[in-house]
């Protein structure tokens, strides 16, 4: 609430074990134990009181503030030294403070997005409020239908019925406005982004700032034998027997000969017709026998001991390099601690 809580240079606005965890995905964390000496010991209000996370660089003698996080408290603990434990969870949690009620919705994605922030916007108080800016996410046909009589909280709802069928990922900035009459007024977009597309200028080099790099070789997902099943329609669904000699299923030979015969179905709700069926079912049988790779990357921050180096962001594309284990290329900053 526009109040220092923790400054490293106070002797009384002090918090001890801050964390600060960013993720990609999610509403974010933040989380302190305030003594009882901090003057805003007994003004932290839980679920009213917004908090924010700045970082402050100096250069050529001036202070730069950039925001890392801005959430509301949802508990309080007090230990024996009544030292009181926050718990933040970041500000698109807020779209758990309004329920969605019955609707049908028919037309663009940017339009039922719009339809869900105005409509939660209209049953917060103003700091719990988005304005929607921008929107990359698309529908082929750019038609789209949608409807609800469950009464889910507006964050269930945007990411049931936008992220889980759609993809992409929403993201919130605060900026500070000019209101026309010379003052100016706090005001928080959201965006529904397709990709990640900014990248990160630090890299993160083996020798330098990685502190571990750990590779995950799967193959629980492998399917050699794919049956592609369409609409179900009177209690049966599409197949592709009559386009494919009588078979229901599709194989892929020389996987079979190294993995196996392992058999698997997908489903395409939306397909009707038995040959369109079956190629979308060559495409999920390639995509199925490949072995999945996941890479973990733990870096530390160079911006922390030299501002000049530009700091980490999370949602960023960063370049990470490592001679050793033969690898260079562009990753995703999926999570920061700080």
């Given at each position: 609430d526009d109040k220092v809580v923790y400054d490293i240079r106070s002797q009384d606005r002090i918090v001890t074990s801050p964390r600060l965890t960013l993720e990609t995905g999610k509403n974010g964390t933040l989380s302190f134990r305030i003594p009882k000496t901090n003057p805003c010991f007994n003004l932290i209000n839980l679920k009213k009181s917004i908090?924010?996370?700045f970082q402050v660089d100096i250069k050529e003698n001036k202070k730069i503030y950039t925001q890392l996080f801005r959430g509301a408290a949802n508990t309080r603990d007090e230990d024996f030294y009544f030292r009181g434990q926050i718990e933040i969870e970041g500000e698109l949690a807020f779209f758990?403070?309004?329920?969605?009620?019955k609707y049908e919705y028919k037309?663009?994605?940017v339009g039922l997005f719009q339809k869900y922030v105005n409509e939660h916007n209209a049953k917060v108080d103003d700091d719990k409020k988005f304005y929607v800016r921008n929107c990359t996410v698309i529908d082929p046909n750019d038609y789209?239908?949608?409807?609800?009589?469950?009464?889910?909280?507006?964050?269930?709802?945007?990411?049931?019925?936008?992220?889980?069928?759609?993809?992409?990922?929403?993201?919130?900035?605060?900026?500070?406005?000019?209101?026309?009459?010379?003052?100016?007024?706090k005001k928080v977009y959201i965006d529904y982004l397709a990709d990640y597309t900014e990248y990160n200028t630090q890299p993160i080099v083996f020798g330098r700032n990685m502190l571990d790099f750990t590779k995950f070789i799967s193959a629980e997902d492998i399917k050699t034998?794919?049956?592609?099943?369409?609409?179900?329609?009177?209690?049966?669904?599409?197949?592709?027997?009559?386009?494919?000699?009588?078979k229901d299923y599709i194989e892929d030979t020389a996987a079979i000969n190294i993995f196996g015969r392992i058999e698997g179905t997908v489903t395409h709700d939306d397909v009707t017709v038995p040959s369109n069926l079956l190629s979308k079912g060559r495409k999920d049988l390639a995509d199925s026998i490949n072995l999945s790779t996941t890479i973990n990357i733990t870096a530390a921050d160079l911006h922390e001991l030299d501002v000049n180096v530009?700091?980490?962001?999370?949602?960023?594309?960063?370049?990470?390099v490592s001679i050793p284990h033969k690898w260079d290329r562009y990753m995703l900053l999926t999570k920061l601690e700080l």
């Amino acid at each position: 609430d526009d109040k220092v809580v923790y400054d490293i240079r106070s002797q009384d606005r002090i918090v001890t074990s801050p964390r600060l965890t960013l993720e990609t995905g999610k509403n974010g964390t933040l989380s302190f134990r305030i003594p009882k000496t901090n003057p805003c010991f007994n003004l932290i209000n839980l679920k009213k009181s917004i908090f924010r996370v700045f970082q402050v660089d100096i250069k050529e003698n001036k202070k730069i503030y950039t925001q890392l996080f801005r959430g509301a408290a949802n508990t309080r603990d007090e230990d024996f030294y009544f030292r009181g434990q926050i718990e933040i969870e970041g500000e698109l949690a807020f779209f758990n403070d309004s329920i969605v009620r019955k609707y049908e919705y028919k037309g663009s994605v940017v339009g039922l997005f719009q339809k869900y922030v105005n409509e939660h916007n209209a049953k917060v108080d103003d700091d719990k409020k988005f304005y929607v800016r921008n929107c990359t996410v698309i529908d082929p046909n750019d038609y789209i239908t949608r409807a609800n009589e469950n009464y889910p909280t507006t964050k269930e709802e945007m990411d049931n019925k936008l992220i889980d069928l759609l993809g992409g990922h929403f993201e919130t900035e605060e900026v500070e406005e000019d209101d026309g009459q010379g003052n100016t007024a706090k005001k928080v977009y959201i965006d529904y982004l397709a990709d990640y597309t900014e990248y990160n200028t630090q890299p993160i080099v083996f020798g330098r700032n990685m502190l571990d790099f750990t590779k995950f070789i799967s193959a629980e997902d492998i399917k050699t034998v794919i049956i592609p099943l369409g609409k179900k329609e009177n209690d049966e669904y599409v197949t592709i027997k009559s386009v494919n000699n009588g078979k229901d299923y599709i194989e892929d030979t020389a996987a079979i000969n190294i993995f196996g015969r392992i058999e698997g179905t997908v489903t395409h709700d939306d397909v009707t017709v038995p040959s369109n069926l079956l190629s979308k079912g060559r495409k999920d049988l390639a995509d199925s026998i490949n072995l999945s790779t996941t890479i973990n990357i733990t870096a530390a921050d160079l911006h922390e001991l030299d501002v000049n180096v530009e700091a980490l962001r999370v949602g960023r594309l960063t370049r990470v390099v490592s001679i050793p284990h033969k690898w260079d290329r562009y990753m995703l900053l999926t999570k920061l601690e700080l």
